[in-house]
T-cell receptor, first 116, second 114 residues
Framework: GAGVSQSPRYKVAKRGQDVALRCDPI?????LFWYQQALGQGPEFLTYFQNEAQLDKSGLPSDRFFAERPEGSVSTLKIQRTQQEDSAVYLC??????????????FGPGTRLTVL | KQEVTQIPAALSVPEGENLVLNCSFTDSAIYNLQWFRQDPGKGLTSLLL?????REQTSGRLNASLDKSSGRSTLYIAASQPGDSATYLC?????????????FGQGTTLQVKP
């Protein structure tokens, strides 16, 4: 019955450091999404997984961003050589199956990344 | 680029007032429109989801409508309470997307004063 969890909740990184953000989706959820939310803005899509397959990564802002979901459950979003413009809240969401018409995405609490 | 716009960006009302939040979208190929609530430091909580074949959805004091022809949705909150204070986001899911990704507006931050 647990919801989507994310860790860490807060991360402070020095510019140039690599960071890894973890998402534990709801058990059994096939679809997993990552979004980036800048301060005062709505979330913006980064990437989408169906099971272990990354089917859409069109929202990743640069090749410094990399996401994986090797076993079709937990996902990790990695940002290499962080820059100040990467500072944002990173939200993870999961849903049962994207093609179901009444399906909704369940969001985690997010990881707030601050790059100094 | 698909766009979703929310007006107003911020709203402050006294307790008890009825209020309307507006959302407009440019992509007419809509699959569904969803309203979320976001509290500070928290994730998003789904409030209402309207399928493209529907015109409105209701849950308690909340009513959301969808007008595909004009590209607009409204969220109506009746008899507002201080606990309604939060940021409200609308999100568009396109029927031309095969992933189900959501396009969000920038949100309306609501403050209900006791």
């Amino acid at each position: 019955g647990a919801g989507v969890s994310q860790s860490p909740r807060y991360k402070v990184a020095k510019r140039g450091q690599d960071v890894a953000l973890r998402c534990d989706p709801i058990s059994g959820h096939v679809s997993l999404f990552w979004y980036q939310q800048a301060l005062g803005q709505g979330p913006e899509f980064l990437t989408y997984f169906q099971n272990e397959a990354q089917l859409d990564k069109s929202g990743l802002p640069s090749d410094r961003f990399f996401a994986e979901r090797p076993e079709g459950s937990v996902s990790t979003l990695k940002i290499q050589r962080t820059q100040q413009e990467d500072s944002a809240v990173y939200l993870c969401a999961s849903s049962m199956r994207q093609e179901q018409s009444k399906n909704t995405q369940y969001f985690g609490p997010g990881t707030r990344l601050t790059v100094l | 680029k698909q766009e979703v716009t929310q007006i107003p960006a911020a709203l402050s009302v006294p307790e008890g007032e009825n209020l309307v939040l507006n959302c407009s979208f440019t992509d007419s190929a809509i699959y569904n429109l969803q309203w979320f609530r976001q509290d500070p430091g928290k994730g998003l909580t789904s409030l209402l989801l309207i399928q493209s074949s529907q015109r409105e959805q209701t849950s308690g004091r909340l009513n959301a409508s969808l007008d595909k022809s004009s590209g607009r949705s409204t969220l109506y909150i009746a008899a507002s309470q201080p606990g309604d204070s939060a940021t409200y986001l609308c999100a568009h899911r396109s029927s031309s997307s095969n992933t189900g990704k959501l396009i969000f507006g920038q949100g309306t931050t609501l403050q209900v004063k006791p």
